[in-house]
């Protein structure tokens, strides 16, 4: 039975930023189905759109007849496919980087293959084994040869056109039968199919898979997290991310209202711990000591 996840600030920030990327991303796939739909009563028109549409915004940069616009709407699923799948990733590496991170800030060594290094020498296609390995954590295989594979795919988009590389047909050699039955769960097609005649083929069903890929990996990331990281540095954390929260609040309102050192702010603390890292029980005497750590608790008493 997995852990209740811990809402840690770093990990928060990716899942809100996730949900606001994959709406986004299906709003538009969605939008290009009933814009392609509500052309068709302009089906007959010569005219170009601005003239049609003269109210929308930026539509003369998308002048054309109504009959080309549709063909072309229905067409764009591969082209915003691609541009989804981009973004989806780099949402997930910089949460996976920012975590190794935390890992450093904590003092937790980093290694990779038995042998230490620095968070400036991990790399997007090994970050997760380093935060694996170096929590002590067994890495989720399926899962990893999922995004192997989906991370080969933008890859291709990227840097070569869509055509197939090496790196993608091995992506594709190495999946386990787990993880097969998942990409097929997510797809509902097998892997084999992502590639036709040399080039790969994105799909809307890609970008739900990739969502589906980086949030379970995010999930075990943080899983791996409670089961390694102290209670001390936890307590440490939970302080950070509160005195984060205070110090935006006080830009935000333009003026600060919980001192430190003050019972407001000790009080704030505790609900926020309970609020954000309860499933750790953490104590007040713990929390303050972390406070008292990171110099934003300079009392030696709590009142």
């Not at 699923?77 to 190794?100: C, R, W």
């Not at 990739?210 to 997290?225: D, Q, V, Y």
């Amino acid at each position: 039975m997995r852990q209740q996840e811990i809402q840690y600030l770093e990990y928060r920030e990716y899942i809100a930023s996730q949900e606001s990327v994959n709406k986004a991303m299906i709003a538009l796939l969605a939008a290009t189905r009933l814009t392609a739909n509500a052309l068709q009563t302009t089906a007959s028109s010569m005219m170009p759109l601005s003239v049609i549409y003269p109210q929308v915004e930026h539509i003369e940069r998308f002048n054309l007849r109504t009959d080309v616009a549709r063909d072309l709407l229905l067409t764009s699923d591969e082209h915003l496919t691609s541009a989804a799948v981009t973004y989806a990733l780099a949402t997930h590496e910089e949460f996976v980087q920012g975590s190794i991170a935390l890992l450093g800030r904590i003092g937790m060594a980093l290694r990779y293959k038995g042998k230490p290094l620095t968070a400036k020498q991990v790399r997007p296609f090994d970050m997760h084994e380093v935060l694996f390995e170096s929590t002590g954590q067994a890495p989720p295989h399926a899962w990893l040869q999922c995004f192997a594979l989906i991370r080969e795919m933008r890859n291709c988009v990227v840097h070569s056109g869509k055509l197939a590389s090496p790196w993608l047909e091995k992506a594709l050699r190495d999946m386990s039968a787990d993880a097969v039955s998942e990409w097929k769960r997510l797809t509902r097609r097998p892997p084999q199919t992502l590639i036709d005649r040399g080039r790969i083929v994105p799909i809307p069903e890609h970008v739900f898979a990739a969502f589906a890929i980086t949030k379970r990996l995010g999930r075990e990331i943080n899983w791996s997290f409670a089961r390694t990281i102290s209670a001390k540095d936890w307590s440490s954390i939970a302080v950070r991310d509160y005195a984060e929260c205070v110090r935006r609040k006080a830009d935000s309102d333009g003026r600060e209202t919980r001192l430190r050192n003050s019972s407001s702010w000790r009080r704030g603390l505790i609900g926020y711990a309970r609020q954000y890292y309860g499933s750790l029980g953490l104590n007040e005497s713990d929390l303050i000591a972390a406070a008292q750590r990171e110099g934003l608790w300079t009392l030696m008493s709590t009142p």
